[in-house]
């Protein structure tokens, strides 16, 4: 009864919107009935849609208007009044907003494959925000909206999403360009992508003002290898680069603890590398032949390979310590090694306990 009463007196139709996700928002009326000489107010980034029995029948574009015949032409000849008929009329008004929707965001959920010149076929992810905009009010009421009381932007995000996913593998595909280049030109490409989606979403009333391109990136595994590629640029050549990887592995023997005999040699290679790296390059013989190939010997330290050494680097082995080399079937401790029973008999014996 409350209701009834108060849709009697009340004569303003309008929408205040408290919130930032609404595009489509119903007036409530009691049984849709509004009286005949009420004011409807329609602000900036408005559309006023009067929806009667089912059927659109007027759209008011931003500003104030007196609800009278004469300003309802479709609706009065859908309902056949007379000019000067006075009495209440049910429609139902639905109120679009037209601003600009801001709080987008995209992302592929499965990598995009395509074939690029310099790497081949290649597996690229991309994210980014994108803006959206109700050009058409009639439009996204009949393809979209419906007759929802509120129709908000997250009911309509998964369908531009999938939109975009769809558009975006052919833009990348086409781009023309490496894929070590495509940062540079991610501007280009979204302003394309906003073009190309505004056309698609046009049928539902919907236009992409703005898409912007936040990163594009490529599998793991190919941007460690991107990694050791620059590099070996920085280092300059091969023999700078082993000599770096040297290095890196005295570091790693250093941090493990239970490598003590990885440590010795480790800093017995690294001490070799640094040798060579900053030994001042002396002249070959002219005639000398080049000297015998001496035996590669491989370690086991805590469970891990290391190697492969000449055996004068293994002057710090112990009797347990596994070793193994080329002709061996399996790896086997220094003591039952004849080759190394030379090196052994030159390690101290364990001191006496204190």
């Known amino acids: 009864m409350f209701d ?19 595009i489509v928002w119903r007036f409530p009326r009691y049984e849709n009935e509004i009286k005949m000489g009420a ?10 849609v009067f929806v009667n029995e089912g059927q659109i029948a007027d759209a008011f574009p931003p500003g104030t208007y007196t609800l009278e015949t004469q300003n309802l032409p479709i609706l009065s000849t859908l309902k056949g009044w007379k000019h000067g008929f006075h009495s209440p009329f049910k429609a139902e008004v639905y109120f679009v907003g037209t601003r600009l929707f801001a709080d987008f965001k995209w992302g592929t959920q499965n990598p995009v494959m395509i074939r690029d010149a310099e790497f081949g076929p290649i597996r690229l992810r991309a994210f980014g925000a994108y803006s959206a905009r109700v050009i058409d009010a009639r439009k996204l009421l009949t393809e979209l909206a419906g007759t929802d009381q509120q129709f908000r932007t997250e009911e309509v995000e998964g369908y531009l999403r999938q939109m975009i996913v769809s558009r975006l593998a052919p833009a ?33 009333g919907i236009s992409i003002p703005n898409f912007s391109i936040e990163n594009i990136s490529l599998p793991p595994e190919v941007e460690q290898a991107l990694d050791k590629r620059t590099q070996m640029g920085i280092v300059g050549d091969l023999g700078r680069y082993a000599q770096f990887q040297a290095a890196n592995a005295v570091e790693a023997a250093a941090e493990n603890p239970n490598g003590a005999m990885g440590l010795g ?20 013989p002219p005639a000398a032949p080049p000297p015998l190939p001496s035996a590669q ?21 112990t009797p347990e310590t596994l070793v193994w080399k080329a002709g061996m079937a399996q790896w086997s401790p220094a003591r039952d090694v004849p080759e190394l029973a030379g090196l052994l008999a030159q390690t101290p014996p364990p001191l006496p306990p204190a």
């Open 265 to 284: 040699v480790g800093m017995m290679a690294g001490q070799q590398a640094a040798a060579s790296a900053f030994a001042p390059p002396t002249a070959p």
């Open 297 to 317: 010997w491989y370690v086991g330290v805590g469970g891990e390979r290391k190697g492969p050494y000449d055996q004068e680097a293994l002057s710090g082995l």
């Open 4 to 22: 009834k009463i108060r849709g009697e007196f009340v004569d303003i139709v309008e929408w205040l919107d408290d919130s930032r996700d609404t």
């Open 39 to 48: 004011r409807l107010v329609v602000r900036e980034s408005q559309v006023a």
């Open 172 to 204: 990348l595909a086409t781009a023309g360009m490496p894929v070590l280049d495509l940062a540079a030109k991610q501007h280009e490409m979204g302003r394309r992508l906003a073009e190309a989606l505004s056309a698609d979403l046009a049928g539902v």
